[in-house]
C-alpha cells in the first residue's frame, strides 16, 4: 500500500484567510440571489392560465402549443446551457464580478417582463424571450454561487454553508409554486414584479459587499467549445421537449423526423464537443477535473439524483390537479394552488435536513450522507407506488416529509463535496459543470415522467373515455373524436387548471341534456375516468426514479471515504504566467483524514 501523502502545488497562493464577517455577508447574499432565481424557475407553472389569459392567447389550442412548452421549460433549458460557460467566465474574469452583472440581468428582464401590455403570439414570443434573458441572469447566479461560498467559508465550514445555499434553490421552488397561485389571480403581472425590489436590493448590496477571494486563471475564451456545447445541448433538450407532444397519429412526437434530427444533431455536436476540448489549450469544460474521484462521482451522482428526481414536481402536481384535488372538491381552476400548498411537506423536510446534513458532512465526510439520501429518496419513490390514486392525505404527506428529508441529506454533502475536490482556480467551471449536469438531467427527467404517463394513459384512457362519455349522452361522433385526442392534451389542461372535459367537448356540451354535461363536467367525472390508466403511468415513472435514485447512491458511494484535494492543483502566478503541470500532478492523489474531509 502507498503512504498518504500530501500535495500542494501552489504552496505560494493557499486560500487567503477568511473573515468571519464576511462569510456571512456572502451566505446571505448568495442565498437571496439563488432563492430569487429558483421562485422564477416555479411561479409560472402556477400562473401560467393567468398569463395566457392575459395576453388573450389559448395555450391549449396547436398553434399555441410551442408558447406553451417554451414558457414552461426556456428558463431550465437556458441555465442548463449557460452555466458552464459562465462559470468559466467568472474564473477567468473573477466570480463576483459576473454574479453580480447577473443579478443585475435578471433584475432588468424582470422589469420588462412586468410591463407587458400587448397580447396575442406577438405577446407571448416577447414572454419567452424575457424570460430566456432573465434565465441568463439566474445562470450568472448558479455558475457562480457555490464558488463564492468555496472561496469564502473554510473547508470545515463549506458543507454547512453550501447547504443553506442549496436549500433555498429548492425552497424557492415551492414558494414559486404558492406565490403564482396568490399573485396570478390578482394581476399576473404581479408574478414578474415581485423579484424586482429583490433584484434590486440584491444587486447593490453585492456590489457593495461582495468582493472576489478566490483565485483568477486568466485564459482566452474557448469560442468553438462554447459554440459546439451550447448549439448541442439545446438541441438535445429541444428535441426532448418537443419529443413529449404529439405527431401525425402518434401520441407523443418521438418519431417525428425534427424531433429525431434534433437529438440526433445535437448528441453529435456535443461529441464533437468533447473532441475540440481535448485539443484546444484553454478548454471550457475541464475534463481534467474528472480525474478526481470525488468530483466524477459527485457529478454522476447528481446527475442520477436529479434524472430521478427532476420531473417530480411535475409529476406531483398532475396527481394532485388532475385527480386527488377534484375528487376532494376543489374546483380544477383552484387546484394549481392547492397543489402548491399540499406539497409543503416536501419542503420541510429538506429546509430541515439540507442545512443538517451539512454541517454533519463537514464533521464525518459527505460519502455516508449523499449515499444514504438517494437511497432513502429510492426507497420513497417506492412507497408512493403503495399509494392509491385517491390517497389518505396523511399518509402521502408523512411520505414527502421523508424524501424532503432524504434529498435534503443528499444535496447538501454532495455538492460541498464537488467543490471541495476543486482547486481554488476552477471552482467556477467546476460548479457550473455540476449545474450543467443538474439541470440537464432535470429536463430529461421531466421528459421522461411525461412519456410513460402519457404512455400509461394511451394503452387504456380511449375506450374509458369513450364509453364513459356515450353513457352520458354525449353523441358518439364526438366522443370518438375525443376519445382519440392525445392524451397530452387532458394533462395539460388539468395541469393548467382548466376543466379538462370543457376543454374537450367545448360546444358539445350544449348538445347533451343539462344534467348529463354538469357531471360530465363536474369534479368527479374525469378524476375517475382517467384514474386506472394514469395509475400505470404513475407507478412506471415512480420505478424509473427509484432506479436512477439507487444508482446515484452507489455512484455516491464510489466517491471514495477521505478523497480530497482536486487531482489538478493548478495555479495563476502574479504575473500571469502558466505552471507547466507534470504527469504526476494529473493523478488522483489521497490524502490523510486530518487534512481535510470531502
Same mark, same amino acid.
Given at each position: 500500500?502507498?503512504?498518504?501523502?500530501?500535495?500542494?502545488?501552489?504552496?505560494?497562493?493557499?486560500?487567503?484567510?477568511?473573515?468571519?464577517?464576511?462569510?456571512?455577508?456572502?451566505?446571505?447574499?448568495?442565498?437571496?440571489?439563488?432563492?430569487?432565481?429558483?421562485?422564477?424557475?416555479?411561479?409560472?407553472?402556477?400562473?401560467?392560465?393567468?398569463?395566457?389569459?392575459?395576453?388573450?392567447?389559448?395555450?391549449?389550442?396547436?398553434?399555441?402549443?410551442?408558447?406553451?412548452?417554451?414558457?414552461?421549460?426556456?428558463?431550465?433549458?437556458?441555465?442548463?446551457?449557460?452555466?458552464?460557460?459562465?462559470?468559466?467566465?467568472?474564473?477567468?474574469?473573477?466570480?463576483?464580478?459576473?454574479?453580480?452583472?447577473?443579478?443585475?440581468?435578471?433584475?432588468?428582464?424582470?422589469?420588462?417582463?412586468? !410591463?407587458? /401590455? @400587448?397580447?396575442?403570439?406577438?405577446? +407571448?414570443?416577447? #414572454?419567452? =424571450?424575457?424570460?430566456? &434573458?432573465?434565465?441568463? $441572469?439566474?445562470?450568472?447566479?448558479?455558475?457562480?454561487?457555490?464558488?463564492?461560498?468555496?472561496?469564502?467559508?473554510?473547508?470545515?465550514?463549506?458543507?454547512?454553508?453550501?447547504?443553506?445555499?442549496?436549500?433555498?434553490?429548492?425552497?424557492?421552488s415551492f414558494i414559486g409554486l404558492v406565490l403564482g397561485g396568490v399573485l396570478?389571480?390578482?394581476?399576473?403581472?404581479?408574478?414578474?414584479?415581485?423579484?424586482?425590489?429583490?433584484?434590486?436590493?440584491?444587486?447593490?448590496?453585492?456590489?457593495?459587499?461582495?468582493?472576489?477571494?478566490?483565485?483568477?486563471?486568466?485564459?482566452? !475564451?474557448? /469560442? @468553438?467549445?462554447?459554440?459546439?456545447? +451550447?448549439?448541442? #445541448?439545446? =438541441?438535445?433538450?429541444? &428535441?426532448?421537449?418537443? $419529443?413529449?407532444?404529439?405527431?401525425?397519429?402518434?401520441?407523443?412526437?418521438?418519431?417525428?423526423?425534427?424531433?429525431?434530427?434534433?437529438?440526433?444533431?445535437?448528441?453529435?455536436?456535443?461529441?464533437?464537443?468533447?473532441?475540440?476540448?481535448?485539443?484546444?489549450?484553454?478548454?471550457?469544460?475541464?475534463?481534467?477535473?474528472?480525474?478526481?474521484?470525488?468530483?466524477?462521482?459527485?457529478?454522476?451522482?447528481?446527475?442520477?439524483?436529479?434524472?430521478?428526481?427532476?420531473?417530480?414536481?411535475?409529476?406531483?402536481?398532475?396527481?394532485?390537479?388532475?385527480?386527488?384535488?377534484?375528487?376532494?372538491?376543489?374546483?380544477?381552476t383552484r387546484t394549481p394552488l392547492w397543489a402548491g400548498i399540499y406539497m409543503?411537506?416536501?419542503?420541510? $423536510?429538506?429546509?430541515?435536513?439540507?442545512?443538517?446534513?451539512?454541517?454533519?458532512?463537514?464533521?464525518?465526510?459527505?460519502?455516508?450522507?449523499?449515499?444514504?439520501?438517494?437511497?432513502?429518496?429510492?426507497?420513497?419513490?417506492?412507497?408512493?407506488?403503495?399509494?392509491?390514486?385517491?390517497?389518505?392525505?396523511?399518509?402521502?404527506?408523512?411520505?414527502?416529509?421523508?424524501?424532503?428529508?432524504?434529498?435534503?441529506?443528499?444535496?447538501?454533502?454532495?455538492?460541498?463535496?464537488?467543490?471541495?475536490?476543486?482547486?481554488?482556480?476552477?471552482?467556477?467551471?467546476?460548479?457550473?459543470?455540476?449545474?450543467?449536469?443538474?439541470?440537464?438531467?432535470?429536463?430529461?427527467?421531466?421528459?421522461?415522467?411525461?412519456?410513460?404517463?402519457?404512455?400509461?394513459?394511451?394503452?387504456?384512457?380511449?375506450?374509458?373515455?369513450?364509453?364513459?362519455?356515450?353513457?352520458?349522452?354525449?353523441?358518439?361522433?364526438?366522443?370518438?373524436?375525443?376519445?382519440?385526442?392525445?392524451?397530452?392534451?387532458?394533462?395539460?389542461?388539468?395541469?393548467?387548471?382548466?376543466?379538462?372535459?370543457?376543454?374537450?367537448?367545448?360546444?358539445?356540451?350544449?348538445?347533451?341534456?343539462?344534467?348529463?354535461?354538469?357531471?360530465?363536467?363536474?369534479?368527479?367525472?374525469?378524476?375517475?375516468?382517467?384514474?386506472?390508466?394514469?395509475?400505470?403511468?404513475?407507478?412506471?415513472?415512480?420505478?424509473?426514479?427509484?432506479?436512477?435514485?439507487?444508482?446515484?447512491?452507489?455512484?455516491?458511494?464510489?466517491?471514495?471515504?477521505?478523497?480530497?484535494?482536486?487531482?489538478?492543483?493548478?495555479?495563476?502566478?502574479?504575473?500571469?504566467?502558466?505552471?507547466?503541470?507534470?504527469?504526476?500532478?494529473?493523478?488522483?492523489?489521497?490524502?490523510?483524514?486530518?487534512?481535510?474531509?470531502?
Open positions: 500500500m502507498m503512504p498518504s501523502r500530501t500535495v500542494d502545488s501552489c504552496p505560494a497562493h493557499p486560500d487567503p484567510p477568511v473573515a468571519d464577517r464576511y462569510k456571512w455577508i456572502a451566505l446571505s447574499n448568495t442565498t437571496l440571489g439563488m432563492v430569487m432565481a429558483s421562485i422564477n424557475s416555479s411561479i409560472t407553472l402556477i400562473a401560467l392560465p393567468n398569463i395566457f389569459d392575459g395576453i388573450h392567447l389559448n395555450p391549449l389550442l396547436p398553434s399555441s402549443s410551442g408558447y406553451l412548452l417554451w414558457m414552461l421549460m426556456g428558463f431550465m433549458v437556458v441555465t442548463a446551457v449557460l452555466v458552464v460557460t459562465l462559470g468559466r467566465i467568472g474564473d477567468i474574469y473573477g466570480r463576483v464580478r459576473l454574479y453580480n452583472l447577473g443579478f443585475a440581468v435578471f433584475t432588468v428582464f424582470s422589469i420588462l417582463l412586468s !410591463i407587458t /401590455w @400587448w397580447s396575442g403570439p406577438g405577446a +407571448a414570443l416577447y #414572454l419567452i =424571450a424575457m424570460r430566456v &434573458g432573465q434565465g441568463v $441572469g439566474a445562470a450568472c447566479l448558479m455558475a457562480n454561487s457555490s464558488a463564492i461560498l468555496t472561496d469564502a467559508f473554510p473547508e470545515n465550514e463549506r458543507g454547512m454553508a453550501i447547504g443553506m445555499n442549496a436549500i433555498s434553490v429548492v425552497v424557492g396570478a389571480p390578482i394581476e399576473w403581472h404581479l408574478v414578474f414584479l415581485v423579484s424586482v425590489p429583490f433584484g434590486l436590493f440584491g444587486t447593490v448590496w453585492a456590489y457593495v459587499k461582495l468582493r472576489d477571494q478566490g483565485a483568477r486563471r486568466p485564459a482566452p !475564451i474557448d /469560442w @468553438w467549445g462554447n459554440a459546439t456545447f +451550447a448549439v448541442g #445541448l439545446v =438541441a438535445v433538450l429541444a &428535441g426532448i421537449t418537443y $419529443g413529449i407532444m404529439p405527431y401525425g397519429h402518434h401520441v407523443m412526437g418521438w418519431t417525428n423526423p425534427r424531433v429525431l434530427s434534433a437529438l440526433i444533431g445535437g448528441v453529435a455536436l456535443l461529441g464533437l464537443f468533447g473532441f475540440i476540448e481535448t485539443r484546444v489549450a484553454h478548454p471550457m469544460f475541464q475534463l481534467e477535473l474528472f480525474r478526481t474521484r470525488a468530483f466524477s462521482a459527485g457529478n454522476f451522482a447528481g446527475f442520477l439524483g436529479s434524472l430521478g428526481r427532476g420531473g417530480l414536481m411535475f409529476l406531483l402536481i398532475l396527481w394532485l390537479q388532475g385527480v386527488w384535488l377534484p375528487l376532494h372538491g376543489y374546483d380544477f409543503l411537506p416536501l419542503t420541510a $423536510g429538506m429546509l430541515v435536513a439540507a442545512p443538517l446534513s451539512g454541517v454533519l458532512s463537514d464533521r464525518f465526510g459527505a460519502r455516508p450522507f449523499a449515499t444514504a439520501g438517494m437511497a432513502g429518496t429510492g426507497v420513497c419513490f417506492v412507497l408512493l407506488t403503495l399509494l392509491p390514486v385517491d390517497f389518505s392525505y396523511p399518509w402521502f404527506a408523512l411520505v414527502l416529509l421523508v424524501m424532503g428529508l432524504a434529498m435534503g441529506i443528499f444535496a447538501a454533502p454532495n455538492r460541498a463535496g464537488i467543490m471541495n475536490s476543486l482547486p481554488p482556480d476552477r471552482r467556477g467551471a467546476g460548479a457550473g459543470m455540476a449545474t450543467t449536469f443538474q439541470n440537464s438531467a432535470q429536463v430529461l427527467s421531466i421528459g421522461v415522467f411525461f412519456s410513460l404517463i402519457i404512455a400509461g394513459l394511451s394503452s387504456s384512457l380511449p375506450g374509458r373515455l369513450f364509453h364513459g362519455l356515450i353513457a352520458h349522452g354525449v353523441p358518439a361522433a364526438t366522443a370518438t373524436q375525443v376519445s382519440h385526442l392525445p392524451p397530452v392534451a387532458s394533462l395539460f389542461a388539468a395541469f393548467l387548471g382548466y376543466n379538462p372535459m370543457k376543454h374537450l367537448l367545448g360546444a358539445t356540451l350544449g348538445q347533451i341534456p343539462p344534467a348529463q354535461a354538469t357531471f360530465v363536467t363536474g369534479r368527479r367525472f374525469f378524476p375517475q375516468l382517467i384514474s386506472g390508466s394514469f395509475q400505470t403511468g404513475l407507478h412506471e415513472a415512480f420505478y424509473f426514479a427509484a432506479a436512477a435514485c439507487v444508482a446515484a447512491a452507489a455512484a455516491s458511494w464510489m466517491r471514495g471515504k477521505k478523497v480530497v484535494g482536486p487531482a489538478v492543483r493548478s495555479c495563476v502566478e502574479p504575473a500571469g504566467e502558466e505552471v507547466l503541470l507534470s504527469f504526476e500532478s494529473l493523478l488522483p492523489v489521497r490524502v490523510t483524514e486530518d487534512q481535510s474531509r470531502n
